[in-house]
């Protein structure tokens, strides 16, 4: 056989490469067996608006298909922390005419110190005097400068000759026995006239009536 059959010329050549580049090119994307290839994982970190919360969602991109797959998708909770600015008052503040966000503001004072004040507050029906500040556990006493007591919040007193047994338990300076005798003594001999007639009873000192006296009604 004669080898000008088997001749190609420099132009057939070309054709030739070009024709089998296109045919490899045409087969990758074709191959129903192709395995797409995963080329990058992007992962983007986005705030969402509800508090607290941290989402974070990974993309893997198909670069044969052209597509964007959700591969993963968590949320986490995130503990936020919130700071709030401390400040000085110029002059003592009135103890039982603050709300908590005025209480946190203090030095020394935050989200727990303040609710247990006004809990122990509402529990008193007002404070009488800062000292009573110690009677919260783990108050420290160099937080009493922050504060004094005026006249102008009046404070809560206990109706004596009207009050239940559970009313007058629920107050934080009379205790179960205490509450009995007033109630007994009220029932024998009607009403109670003034704290004299409560330190003749067994059940009180004189340290609980000067405590007392400040939210006592005989009316």
């Known amino acids: 056989m004669s080898k000008d059959h ?3 010329n420099r132009n057939d050549r070309i054709v030739g490469l070009i024709i089998l580049s296109i045919i490899v090119v045409v087969n990758i994307f074709l191959n129903p067996w192709n395995t797409p290839e995963v080329e990058s994982v992007v992962e983007t970190d986005t705030v969402l608006y509800a508090p607290d919360t941290f989402r974070r969602t990974v993309y893997i991109r ?7 797959y959700v591969w993963d998708t968590v949320t986490l909770e995130v503990n936020s922390v919130r700071y709030t600015a401390k400040t000085r008052p110029v002059s003592p503040l009135d103890l039982n005419g603050l709300d908590s966000a ?7 004072i935050g989200p727990s110190f303040a609710r247990k004040i006004i809990r122990y507050r509402d529990q008193l029906g007002g404070y009488s005097d800062i000292s009573q500040l110690m009677e919260i556990e783990g108050l420290p006493d160099s937080l009493m400068k922050w504060f004094v007591i005026s006249d102008s ?8 000759n009207t009050s239940t047994f559970a009313e007058l338990r629920r107050h934080p300076y009379i205790d179960f026995y205490q509450a009995k005798a007033i109630v007994e003594f009220r029932q024998e001999r009607g009403n109670i ?22 939210y006592l009604d005989f009316r």
Do not use: A, H, N
Request: charged share 35%; aromatic share 12%; net charge positive.
């Open 6 to 8: 088997f001749y190609f």
């Open 62 to 68: 198909d670069t044969v298909r052209r597509k964007w």
């Open 102 to 108: 005025r209480l946190v503001r203090l030095p020394g």
């Open 153 to 160: 919040i009046p404070i809560r007193r206990i109706p004596v």
């Open 193 to 214: 006239k003034g704290p004299e007639q409560l330190s003749f009873m067994e059940e009180f000192t004189d340290q609980d009536l000067v405590k007392l006296e400040p």
